[in-house]
Structures are given as C-alpha cells and as structure tokens.
C-alpha cells in the first residue's frame, strides 16, 4: 500500500497563475482533508470532504477549491495564486468514525 | 470556536532527561486529543492519542495526561533520545472529521 500520495513534491508559480495539486488514497478511507502548514502557525485546515462528491470548508478556505469526484482522490486548486498561498499543503484521510489522520508526504508550493 | 494554545514553542533538553509539552483547549465539549510528530522534511504522525473519559495515557516512553476541568492536557517524554527531535504537534477534536491544531513545539535533544 502507497497509503497517502501528493503531486506535486514541489513547485513554483507566478502571482495569477493556476494549478491543482493531487491527494490519492489506497486505504479506502472516506475523510479526505487539505491543510497548509506555515513556520509558527502549526496545521489549517482548508477543505474537507466526508465522501465522494462532498467537500466542506474548514479554517482558511479563501483562495482555494476543492473537488472530490472519487473517494481515492482529492484535489485542491488554486485559481489565481497569490505570494500569501506560499506554504507546505498536506493531504490527510481518515476512516469515517475514526479521528486518526494518515498524512501525505507534503507539496511545497512557492509563488512568486 | 475552538482554540489550541501549546507551550513552549521550542524546548531544549538534555539527553536523558524528561521533556513536557502543554496544550490547553477552549471548547469543553472537545472529547479526543492526539498528538502527532513531525520529523524535519517529513509529514506528520500520531503518536499517542487520548480520549476525555481517560485521565491518563501511556505507551513506553511517551505519556498523555488531560486534565478536563482546567482544559488542559499534556505530553510527557522520559529518558529523552536524539530521535526524539523533532516538531509536536497537538489538537484538539469533537467532531471526527475536524481537528484544531497546535502551532507546534520545537523538541532539541541535546547530546
């Protein structure tokens, strides 16, 4: 089992660009979530989603969408990029009923 | 909402020596608190969890206290190691899809 991956490791991009970064999960889990990561700010939550075709808004979700069209995937796009989205974004899933969260490897995102 | 304040932010021990790590939470009805840690370049992960009917939690060198009156609970490492450097996180849940996180502790083992 990969158990949770994230695309892109890295990457950079200029203020307005677009782009989509990729969760995927082989454990079957239902709860699939996005977070960013700042230096002293610990983890945000920016979407979420309970299942396939549901997505929430969690803590900081300006900026930011989220589709889940299968349960394995979860995809955050950011329309217009802006300097303040630079950060780490993580990609966390859970089973439905249990709290613990299995994290990805983590994307670094730069925008300039 | 709910709120997560964890102190200190950077803690530096001795090897050997036990290391604390504290974390107070605003929403009483918040029932589940886990703590997970994130090695340098790495993604977090749980290593100890606690529940609000359990008082006190232990697993070899690592330990969780919760202190449900004051709202507050505790991470408690003995006999500290080089591997044990790394950034803690804790949070706070009462719902189990959403998990308010502390802004992290900075654990460095001294040799």
């Known amino acids: 089992n990969a158990g949770v991956t994230q695309t892109p490791k890295f990457r950079v991009l200029k203020t307005g660009q677009s782009m989509t970064l990729l969760c995927a999960q082989d454990?079957?889990?239902?709860?699939m979530y996005w977070y960013r990561q700042d230096p002293g700010m610990g983890l945000r939550l920016i979407h979420y989603?309970?299942?396939?075709?549901?997505?929430a808004k969690g803590e900081v979700p300006d900026g930011y969408n989220v589709s889940r069209l299968k349960k394995q995937n979860f995809l955050l796009g950011l329309e217009s990029a802006a300097p303040s989205q630079t950060s780490v974004y993580f990609c966390?899933?859970?089973?439905?009923?249990?709290?613990?969260?299995?994290f990805g490897p983590g994307t670094r995102l730069l925008v300039l | 909402g709910e709120n997560v304040e964890q102190h200190p932010s950077t803690l530096s021990v001795q090897e050997g020596d036990s290391a604390v790590i504290k974390c107070t939470y605003s929403?009483?009805?918040?029932?589940?608190f886990p703590w997970y840690k994130q090695e340098l370049g790495k993604r977090p992960q749980l290593i100890i969890d606690?529940?609000?009917n359990v008082g006190e939690k232990k697993d070899q060198r690592i330990a969780v206290t919760l202190n449900k009156t004051a709202k507050h609970f505790s991470l408690h490492i003995t006999e500290t190691q080089p591997e044990d450097s790394a950034v803690y996180f804790c949070?706070?849940?009462?719902?189990?899809?959403?998990?308010?996180w502390g802004a992290g502790t900075k654990l460095i083992i001294k040799p």
């Open positions: 606690i529940r609000s």
């Open positions: 966390a899933s859970s089973w439905a009923g249990e709290e613990t969260q299995y």
């Open positions: 929403d009483s009805a918040s029932n589940y």
């Open positions: 949070a706070a849940s009462k719902s189990n899809y959403q998990l308010i």
């Open positions: 989603s309970v299942g396939e075709g549901t997505t």
């Open positions: 454990m079957n889990h239902e709860y």
